[in-house]
């Protein structure tokens, strides 16, 4: 592992996962849009880059989790971009969760150039990227990703290769469309405790374990019983997987009434000014009327 | 436990919860309306009654699981029920899933006639009620449930006391607000997943772990995909508990949308004569259109 790895966007996740590489003896080049969020890996060794393209210009693998589809869009393609300024050989890694035709067109250009273009979105959120226990969901050239599996071990736990470019991405829709319809099951048997004058946390004990059971049950439900809708996963990211996802499965002529359904309520939500919140306070469209 | 216990209703479920009633050495004596399943448990020393009202003159303790609303109404209420032929401080106790304000007026009526009633719905399926590992849901007089509490442990392990008569049923239809929503869910994963090119099975080894994942991602999604409509628990049944909730719920003017999508595609489901399923072939609307 004698290579500079670059690194690009250190939001609440990447700070963390890049921390791993770094702490792993790895060589680490960064760059994201606000630089003071590199303080903390710069005074631990990192250097800065100025730019996608110096950060390509000099790495050989290059890590990427930003917010949106539109910034992972700015950070590859242009002029400026990873892809236009990549070194022979060199492997790309988007761990953002995006947009799977979009993961499909940076890895046929990247390919065009010469390099690899992986799409490897997590899940396991804040607490997954502190403990370097995310699952990471791999689409792309399966040489590519056996080349970089030493790295991700060094940030996940879960690492499973899906299939060629977009599988990463379309995976972690899967997985945003199963906790879709999910959360309003599970604020609509905690609402619905309450109004028949349950204790729900009672009912917690007897449902929580048994085929009603769930992550989001046992995690997320004592949250919203407790008026704590703090964000571990931002409603407003989740709004977005949930797009991508719904227009994915549009194009592919999939109904999913129960993904459209949530998706619906989540806007209501963030029409109540509440995109910064966790995703359990979808609990609030229950409680509040 | 030197009662005679009463036992009416020997379907799947009742015929393996009151074997284990017997296999303790209660003397048991049971009712249930085709008298050919009580055969196996004739042959090992149980006793037969002719009627409901035989089972209430004779027996101190009695519990029921029937299969839905009205036969319970039928084994309670009326001249031939229990209540009617109610022995002076007996316990009946109704395990079947069913109607909450059915419960309270079963309760009401039993302590006019100087007994109790509980309701007490399980979860845990067939194999729960063979294995007696059933989670069983309590509602009613609290020293009526400390004093058949030995029984409940004959045949359950996650035993949790809700509350007041009615609490029972009201905490069994939060579980089956969870699991329905639930079902959306998981069918829309797996149907994503196998549009999108990806296997399905390997998509649960990403997903199954972490944030998207439930009891019936990990029990019911692996025989979607092996296409086993096999009923563990029947669609038929499902349907009638979530109307049960989507009603209750309606009463309490809490709105339910997750439940009533979920109830409305159960009941397609139900049109293309799937009622005798599995509830996992819910994911037949998904993979046939």
Known sequence: MNKTIGFI????????????????????????????????LLDRGADWADSPAVVARTCDIVFTIVGFPKDVETVY?????????LRAGAILIDMTTSRPDLAVRIADATQKRGGQALDAPVSGGDKGAREATLSIMVGGNRAAFESVLPFFKLMGRNIVYQGPPGSGQHCKMCNQIAIASNMLGVCEAIAYARKAGLDPATVLKSISAGAAGSWSLSNLAPRMLDGDFE??????????????????ADAMGLR????????SLYHKLQEKNCGDEGTQSLYRLYSET
């Open 9 to 40: 966007g250190l939001g609440v996740m990447g700070k963390r996962m890049a921390g791993h590489l770094l702490n792993a003896g790895n060589s680490l080049r960064v760059y994201t849009r606000s630089a003071e969020k590199a303080r903390e």
């Open 77 to 85: 393609c242009g002029e400026q971009g990873l892809i236009a300024n």
């Open 231 to 248: 964000p571990g996963f931002y409603v407003k990211h989740f709004i977005k997987d949930m797009a991508v996802a719904a227009e994915s």
């Open 256 to 263: 999913t009434p129960g993904l459209n359904l949530a998706l």
